[in-house]
């Protein structure tokens, strides 16, 4: 069978950015997870020991995003890059929590991890604060803690690697990612209180068999964020995981994109910018956190910070 000329065109390039890609990003979600977010507190010190910091980068156990405080503090520019917008709307409110440095812990083993977020925090900490660090993990075959399947229509292979990474950019850009972070917490009371009906009618799938149904209202979590339902279709590759501390929990929202558009498109008719109808999720569910960075390439192994002039 021939290809048009395009296509095998297409596909090489492909071939030739999987070099470049935090390998982490494309891979399915890891058994537990730690996410990392900083901020400067001392410019003199910055450049050092980001240096000993990115020594430990692999792009796949450790995943690393930068703010845009970061790179102008480098005096870096990364086009593309900017800070979360706070969305405002009638009862409700979705913050924005500019931040530094941004890192995603993957593994198998939770006390590895734990050492290994140790010694991070030590090598950044002469130019770094640690704000927070969020212990997560997959519930029962990537569901959300609040019983329902999360993730479901993610794109997968081709199509997520042009959903998430950057092409056509140039070296320095090429292979890079923009990643948009949140931190949901559930109010799992207020959740356990409704009939499963109402629960199926916020989510837009029935929590049995994970399948969509028409007759669920237009305020229904799947009705407003699907993603091929906008103009231009607002995909992104979605690696968000449940996260819990004590008696505590929610999800923490991470999505991949060769931009911030598809993310935004999503979230501002979720908070009901588009048509004044208000995702069903915000009935048990908030954002407290928003945070944009980006997820540098990588060249022969390590980072590529070639445009950030490291």
């Known amino acids: 069978m021939a290809y048009p000329v395009i296509d095998i065109l297409k596909k090489i390039t492909m071939v030739l950015m999987m070099d470049n890609i935090q390998n982490g990003i494309l891979e399915s979600n ?7 977010i900083f901020s400067i507190h001392s410019l003199d010190d910055l450049k050092n020991c980001l240096q000993e910091f990115f020594k430990l980068v692999d792009g796949e156990n450790i995943v690393v995003g930068i703010g845009q405080s970061l790179v102008e503090s480098l005096n870096g520019k990364v086009n593309g890059l900017r800070t979360f917008t706070p969305i405002t709307m009638p009862g409700l409110d979705i913050p924005a929590t500019p931040a530094a440095l941004w890192c995603w812990l993957r593994g ?15 090598l950044l900490s002469p130019g770094f604060t640690l704000d927070s660090c969020i212990e997560s993990f997959q519930f029962d075959r990537n569901r959300d803690l609040s019983g329902y399947e999360d993730g479901t229509e993610n794109p997968t292979g081709e199509d997520a690697i042009t959903a998430a990474i950057v092409s056509n950019q140039g070296p320095g850009l090429d292979g890079s990612s923009f990643v948009a972070v949140q931190q949901w917490v559930h109010d799992f009371d207020t959740f356990e209180m409704m009939e499963t009906e109402e629960q199926d009618d916020i989510i837009g799938r029935h929590i049995a068999d994970n399948d969509e149904f028409d007759e669920a209202p237009e305020s229904a979590h799947v009705k407003r964020s699907a993603q091929e339902s906008f ?27 060769h931009s911030f558009n598809a993310f935004e498109a999503v979230m501002n008719r979720m908070a009901g910018k588009d048509d004044g109808i208000q995702d069903g999720l915000f009935r048990f569910t908030r954002p407290v956190t928003g945070n944009y960075f980006w997820c540098p390439p990588m060249q022969d192994g390590v980072l590529d910070l070639s445009i950030l002039d490291m």
């Open 30 to 36: 890891p058994r537990f997870a730690r996410f990392m």
């Open 108 to 122: 198998d083993d939770n006390g590895e991890l734990f050492h290994q977020s140790r010694l991070i925090e030590s």
């Open 231 to 257: 103009e231009p279709e607002a995909f992104m590759l979605r690696h968000s995981m449940p996260w819990a501390q004590g008696t505590k929990g929610g999800l923490m929202f991470v999505a991949f994109g």
